[in-house]
């Protein structure tokens, strides 16, 4: 039979349905019945050709969800829990790193590792379904699937998407200790995750910057404590705030998940001296931004750290504490709007001009 995908022929051309044939399983591959996948930030960059290496035509969409149709000597997920056909699951969109280059094994950096392939980014549609936004999805030998549990609603993972992972991720690399000040710039899904995964990581206090109101709210309800609007209260202000709510300080964690790089400037004033500034929301190229070596970060004597995607352990805790704390992250409110696969082209406008908060593509719509 053949299967509908949504495929980005080259960047600025319109999204196209294309039928492309089932795929025959390799042993060790698993063919997944496409729930829902993600609509985020990084796939408007796609369509704009914002990322290097990118193999037009392409089936996006990274993140995703399904049900197992049909596995080939495949009997466990990635961490050891027994799987069957119809089993729910989601799977880590990274995969073939080597495990024998330089950053694979010395710097244990495989995000970094040069055979490193992802779904829905850097795979030709000419390859097969190897992206979310299509009604089947095949996964390769060796791509980590993660069994999620048949009581959870899938929107609690997939109105997250990738920035659920990523913002788990965030807060990981910038070693919050329980008590600390935590400002977030950015409310979209990256930055909503960061605060609510800070808010259980026993931050004292989570002060989230964004835009528009709707996404402002939606992070109260991820438990942020207070939310500054871009749109309303001037630069001036917001670092009047975050130093009257330190003591004139300044915060222990900035967390950068806007993908704006005006945002990088304004942290420094926003973060106390030796405080740890996370750089999340830059996976594309969107622009420099001029520092101050000397005032920004050596007087200040702070950590600087990047944070480039996710690895495989993000979505697995993350998920193993979305699943204990699943009324705390509400993420299934997340999402704005579900979207057939025939309009992907209104979703990725609706995301590039901010219409929704998470977009989803819905084969089933
Ligand atoms: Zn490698
Ligand atoms: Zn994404």
Redesign the pocket.
Known sequence: MSVRAAVMTAPEKPVELWDIDDPVLEPGSVLLETLASEVCGTDVHLHKGRLAGVPYPIIPGHVSVGRIIEMRGVDTDATGAALQSGDLVTFYDVHE?????????VAQQ?N?????RVYGITYSAHDGLLGGWAERIYLKPGVRTVRLPEWLDPDYLIGGGCGLFTGFGAIERSDLAMGDTVVVQGSGPVGISAAGFAVLRGAGRVIVIGAPDARLSLVQEFGADDVLSLENESIEARKAFVLDATDGRGADVVIEACGNPSAISEAFGLLRDGGTYVIAGHYTDTGTVEINPHLDINQKHIDVRGQWGTEFRHVVRSLNVLTKHHERLPFHRVIGKRYGLADTNAALADVAALRVSKAIVDPSC
């Open positions: 790193v080597c495990n024998a280059c330089y950053h694979c094994t495989p970094r590792c040069r055979s490193r």
